[in-house]
């Protein structure tokens, strides 16, 4: 996933599949801390970047609409 427009594309794919019981509990909780480990990984970027006061924007954070 580059950026969290595709995050929660993707974790909403993963709530239909646990919801129609296509994936068990144990694979969408897997998912589920990779994507928290991902989005705490680019808040400690945001935070690094704040406390350098630095504005050069995260990939992570940049959607399809900001691109255009």
């Known amino acids: 996933m580059k950026n969290t427009t595709e995050l929660r594309r993707k974790l909403s794919e993963i709530f239909e599949k646990l919801e129609a019981r296509e ?28 406390y350098l006061q630095k504005t050069d924007p995260i990939e992570f954070f940049i959607t399809q609409e900001d691109d255009a």
Do not use: C, D, L, P
């Not at 994936?23 to 704040?50: D, L, Q």
């Open 23 to 50: 994936i068990n509990t144990e694979e969408a909780r897997s998912f589920t801390s990779i994507t928290n480990a991902m989005v705490k990984s680019a808040i400690a970027e945001g935070e690094y970047n704040k």
